[in-house]
């Protein structure tokens, strides 16, 4: 045996893995900020927030199957931010509490419903409610139908594939324009409503049903208003029948939550409803892509078709960066969704059965598309050909934003609707010292187990103290690489794995040496008994790590959160003790059994077996040895 090609192959391991800590991509800062691991919430703090589950309009409670489903999704999108060792978890039958270790993160996106919807626009009119009141002179100028109907602006220049593409600024959410394919632009002015959707703290408890919801609000407006609003076909003119601003005016003082169950074409055709209103109604407003809707853009108030292509439709959704060098969210539709995208495209594009009016129409005539993420309109770009490829959300994104919405996108939507309530940052005071602590426990129990070593076998003592620090100068430089490479982030639940590890590690050091005193004993010099043992005594090692990985990896497989950290750091800690067996712990044995000092009972630590093998010299040697 040549025991200086393992210690070479070690050495190449170690310097292969700190170039890695030191060079890797994700290595920045100084060397000292290079050698940190990532750490979970419990040491370094992060982000905590809860998730309320509500009615939605239809009255219906969750069930326990679609909280389990809905908190399947959210583990899905904070995972896919890149951080390991997020809890998602349920509270109760209602909550959902999300704790994510690292940087303060704003994370009550991860519990929006992120339904998508892509929806014809068919009327457009305004939502600022200026048109609510009557006209202050005669010199006022209105539009023809008595109603402030802004017509959505918008620029176009296809190209030969026929596609369009849109753009406009993210919204406070960080939704930005839709652009369908990349190929030609039509690039509309609006800017989505930065207001982002949520239920009144203040609204009064609703009914079960939307009936009695409606019977409600028509008895909070009256019923000269209810019959005026029932009664229009088209946004109110108020300047042609300056009785109506009076009729109308009770719709301007319900509350979101309320202004959410009027009839569609109520929302649209009441002057006094508003985009503030509209904005802020609750999650699942709009949620059936069946009905008519009404929602805003830019304090434009938009009458939308029925959903013909929805977020199903979309295969998969990713973030890019653009010929531009600008980030894009991609979408990759499914066979079916291309079919009713390239469909819509076509209808918008020829305006079949003239269903866009004029108000809706965008520059160059052709209908819109509104994208719709849950009640908020992402964009709507005006329709430049009929489009038979993939499509693009463009905006003012940055890498984070636009891979949270592509993560939004890809996992689906929640079949639950969520409130996020008060989100908490976690400190990292008491993770301090609970990390200090943890590493103050490791260092007794691995100087405990170093000044036994020592005792009871002293020279063999080195080899014990040499293979545990580097066993752990491997097991840290493995947390930092595959914290820049997975994400894995170090808990005191890891810790306390790691400490574990020591006894296996510490087990297979005694298995060893008494293996090689019993080799000894049966009259083997301590050159040829140091191979025999090693031998002998490497199946029971390699067994007993086996099943210490093996339930590890069980452990990993079934458990979650903090427990699943403590079973990764065992079993990590478990396979880089195997490494350091094979590579050090034996070589340098075979090392040392080549000097003097091993044959010395005071230096060595074999104890008792060189005299009695030196008191035996003398007899007759048994030939049959003695089997492990």
Same mark, same amino acid.
């Given at each position: ?9 070690l050495?190449?391991i170690?310097?292969v893995?700190y170039?890695?800590?030191?060079f890797s991509g994700?290595?920045?800062g100084?060397?000292?900020d290079?050698?940190?691991?990532r750490?979970?919430?419990d040491?370094i703090g992060?982000?905590r ?11 219906k409670?969750p ?5 389990e489903?809905?908190?399947?999704i ?12 997020a809890?998602?978890v349920?509270?109760g039958?209602r909550?959902i509490?999300i704790?994510l270790?690292?940087?303060n ?6 519990g929006?419903?992120a339904?998508?919807?892509f ?5 457009a ?6 048109a609510?009141?009557?006209?202050p002179s005669?010199?006022? =100028?209105t539009? *023809?139908s008595?109603?402030?109907s802004? +017509? %959505?602006? /918008?620029?176009a $220049? @296809?190209?030969?594939s026929?596609s369009a593409?849109?753009s406009?600024?993210?919204?406070a959410?960080?939704q930005g324009?839709m652009?369908?394919?990349?190929g030609a632009?039509a690039?509309?002015s ?7 959707p949520s239920a009144s703290?203040s609204a009064e408890?609703?009914?079960?049903s939307?009936?009695?919801q409606?019977?409600?609000v028509?008895?909070?407006v009256?019923a000269?208003a209810?019959a005026?609003a029932?009664?229009l ?5 108020? =300047?042609?029948d *300056?009785?109506l601003?009076?009729?109308? +005016? %009770?719709? /301007?003082?319900? $509350? @979101?939550?309320?202004v959410?169950v009027?009839?569609t ?5 009441v002057?006094?409803?508003t985009?503030a209103q509209?904005?802020?109604r ?5 949620k059936?892509p069946k009905?008519?809707?009404v929602?805003c853009e ?13 977020g199903t439709d979309?295969?998969d959704?990713?973030?890019v960066l653009d010929?531009?060098?600008s980030?894009v969210v991609s979408?990759?539709?499914t066979?079916?969704?291309?079919e009713?995208?390239?469909?819509l ?10 269903a866009c009016d004029?108000?809706a129409?965008?520059q160059?005539g052709k ?5 719709v993420?849950d009640?908020?309109?992402v964009s ?8 038979t490829?993939?499509?693009q959300?463009t ?5 984070k934003t636009?891979?949270?919405l ?7 939507a929640?079949?639950?609707t969520f409130?996020p ?8 005071t008491?993770?301090s010292?609970?990390l200090q ?7 007794i129990?691995?100087?405990l ?10 020279l063999l003592g080195s080899?014990i ?7 752990a100068?491997l ?7 595959l914290?820049r ?12 794995g790691?400490?574990?590890s020591?006894?296996?590690?510490a087990d297979?050091?005694v298995?060893y040496?008494?293996r090689l005193?019993d080799e ?11 191979p025999?043992a ?15 990985l093996?339930s590890a990896?069980?452990l990993y497989?079934?458990?979650v ?6 079973a ?5 800690a478990?396979v880089l003790?195997?490494?350091?067996v094979?590579?050090f712990?034996h070589?340098?044995?075979t090392?040392f059994?080549r000097?003097?000092a091993f044959?010395?009972?005071?230096v060595s630590?074999?104890?008792?077996a ?6 035996e010299?003398?007899t007759?040697r048994n030939?049959r040895v003695?089997e492990?």
């Open positions: 045996m040549r025991p200086g090609r393992q210690l070479a192959v050495g190449f170690f310097v893995l170039l890695l800590v030191f994700g290595a920045s100084g060397w000292k290079r050698l940190e691991p750490l979970g919430l040491l992060g982000t927030l809860t998730l309320e589950a509500t009615n939605s309009v239809d009255g409670p069930t326990s199957g679609n909280l489903e809905a908190r399947q959210i583990e899905s999108r904070v995972n896919g931010y890149g951080v390991a060792e809890e998602v349920t509270e039958n909550n509490v704790s270790p690292g940087e993160r704003d994370l009550r996106d991860v929006s419903a339904e998508l919807r929806r014809k626009v068919l009327k009119t305004d939502g600022s409610g200026a609510a009141a009557p006209a005669p010199s006022a =100028t539009a *023809p008595g109603s402030a802004p +017509k %959505p602006s /918008g620029s $220049s @296809p190209k030969v026929g593409k849109a406009a600024s993210p919204s959410g960080g324009g652009a369908p394919a990349p632009s690039t509309p609006a800017t989505p409503s930065a207001a982002a703290a408890p609703v009914p079960q939307i009936e009695q409606r019977q409600a028509q008895q909070k009256g000269a209810w005026a029932s009664g076909q088209a946004p109110a003119d108020v =300047t042609a *300056p009785s601003a009076g009729k109308l +005016k %009770p719709f /301007g003082t319900l $509350s @979101p939550q309320e959410a009027l009839p074409e109520m929302q649209f055709n002057p006094t409803v985009c509209l904005d802020k609750p999650a699942a407003s709009i059936d009905q008519r809707a929602a830019s304090g434009a108030k938009y009458l939308l078709d029925v959903a013909k292509v929805e979309v295969k959704a990713s973030a010929q531009t060098s980030w979408l990759n539709f066979g079916k969704g291309q009713r995208w390239t469909a495209t076509r209808e918008s594009f020829n305006n079949e059965g003239q004029q108000t129409l965008g160059d209908c819109r598309v509104a994208v993420l009640n908020e309109i709507s770009p005006e329709i430049q050909g009929v489009l490829g993939d499509s959300i905006g003012s994104f940055d890498s636009a891979n949270a592509a993560s939004q996108l890809r996992y689906g929640l079949p639950v409130v309530q008060e989100q908490q940052n976690v400190t990292a008491l993770g010292s609970h602590a943890g590493l103050l426990a490791a260092g129990g691995m100087l187990v170093i000044i036994y070593s020592f005792f009871y076998y002293r080899v103290f040499l293979s545990l620090v580097l066993s100068l097991v840290f430089g493995a947390l930092v690489v914290g490479s997975i994400g894995f982030t170090l808990t005191l639940a890891g810790i306390a790691m400490i574990v020591l006894g296996v590690a297979s050091f298995i040496f008494e005193k000894i004993r049966e009259g083997r010099s301590p050159r040829s008994a140091v025999r090693w031998i002998r005594a490497r199946r029971t090692i390699i067994s007993a790590n086996a099943i210490t093996m990896v069980v497989i079934v458990s959160g903090a427990v699943k950290g403590f990764f750091a065992l079993g990590l478990t003790d195997l490494v350091v094979f590579l712990r070589p340098i044995m090392m059994a000097t003097r044959l010395s009972p005071r630590g074999l104890g008792r060189l005299p009695a093998r030196s008191a010299s003398g007759a030939p003695k492990a």
